[in-house]
C-alpha cells in the first residue's frame, strides 16, 4: 500500500464514529459481557468494527464467531488506548521496518515503543479480555490470530474463518 493511501486511510479512520444503528444491531449479537467490551473500544475502533462486520453480512457470512470476532478483533487496544501520535507512528515505521517493529512491540506498552507494544501485542490482550468474558474458545483464537501470517492451506475451522476475517478487516 502506498503512503498515500495509508495516510487517506488513516484520516478516514480516525474521524469515524459508529452509526447508532449499526452499533445496536451489532451488539445484539454480542452477550451482555461481551457488548461491555465493545463499548469500551475507542469510537474509531468501533466504527472500524462496525465496517469488518457489514463487511461480513453484506457477503453472507453469517459464523456467529466469525461475526464477534469482526466486533471484537481489536478490543485489546482498550486495555491500552493507543493515541493519534501511536497510530501514526505505527502506520509509517510498519512498511519500513515490519521486523523491528514487531521486536519493539514485544516489550512493555512504556515509552516510545508503547505504540509497538500495542500494535503486536493487542491480539493477544483482546484474546485474554474475551475469555475472562465468557467467549467461545473459537471466539478467543479468532482474536488470538487475527494478526498473524495466514497459513497457506488453512486446515482448521479457526484458519477458514481468519481468512474472512482478514480480508474483511483489510477492506477497512
Same mark, same amino acid.
Given at each position: 500500500?502506498?503512503?498515500?493511501?495509508? /495516510?487517506? =486511510?488513516?484520516?478516514?479512520? %480516525?474521524?469515524?464514529?459508529?452509526?447508532?444503528?449499526?452499533?445496536?444491531?451489532?451488539?445484539?449479537? !454480542?452477550?451482555?459481557?461481551?457488548?461491555?467490551?465493545?463499548?469500551? %473500544?475507542?469510537?474509531?475502533? =468501533? @466504527? &472500524?468494527?462496525?465496517?469488518?462486520?457489514?463487511? !461480513?453480512?453484506? &457477503? @453472507? %457470512?453469517?459464523?456467529?464467531?466469525?461475526?464477534?470476532? @469482526?466486533?471484537? &478483533?481489536?478490543?485489546?487496544?482498550?486495555?491500552? =488506548? #493507543?493515541?493519534?501520535?501511536?497510530?501514526?507512528?505505527?502506520?509509517? *515505521?510498519? #512498511?519500513?521496518?515490519?521486523?523491528? /517493529?514487531?521486536?519493539?512491540?514485544?516489550?512493555?506498552?512504556?515509552?516510545?515503543?508503547? #505504540?509497538?507494544?500495542?500494535?503486536?501485542?493487542? #491480539?493477544?490482550?483482546?484474546?485474554?479480555? /474475551?475469555?475472562?468474558?465468557?467467549?467461545?474458545?473459537?471466539?478467543?483464537?479468532?482474536?488470538?490470530? &487475527?494478526?498473524? *501470517?495466514? *497459513?497457506?492451506?488453512? =486446515?482448521?475451522?479457526?484458519?477458514? !474463518?481468519? /481468512?474472512? !476475517?482478514?480480508?474483511?478487516?483489510?477492506?477497512?
Amino acid at each position: 500500500m502506498s503512503l498515500a493511501y495509508r /495516510v487517506q =486511510q488513516f484520516f478516514r479512520v %480516525m474521524s469515524a464514529r459508529p452509526d447508532a444503528a449499526e452499533r445496536e444491531r451489532a451488539l445484539e449479537l !454480542l452477550d451482555s459481557p461481551l457488548a461491555e467490551l465493545f463499548l469500551q %473500544m475507542s469510537l474509531p475502533d =468501533q @466504527a &472500524h468494527a462496525l465496517r469488518v462486520f457489514s463487511v !461480513l453480512q453484506d &457477503h @453472507a %457470512m453469517t459464523d456467529p464467531d466469525l461475526l464477534a470476532a @469482526a466486533l471484537l &478483533h481489536d478490543v485489546g487496544k482498550s486495555i491500552h =488506548q #493507543p493515541s493519534v501520535l501511536d497510530r501514526v507512528i505505527v502506520v509509517l *515505521t510498519n #512498511p519500513l521496518f515490519p521486523r523491528k /517493529v514487531v521486536q519493539w512491540g514485544e516489550s512493555e506498552p512504556e515509552g516510545w515503543r508503547r #505504540p509497538f507494544s500495542i500494535a503486536v501485542q493487542h #491480539p493477544r490482550w483482546g484474546a485474554e479480555l /474475551v475469555a475472562a468474558h465468557g467467549a467461545s474458545p473459537l471466539l478467543v483464537e479468532l482474536i488470538h490470530r &487475527h494478526q498473524e *501470517t495466514p *497459513t497457506p492451506k488453512p =486446515q482448521t475451522t479457526a484458519d477458514h !474463518l481468519l /481468512v474472512d !476475517l482478514r480480508w474483511a478487516d483489510s477492506e477497512n
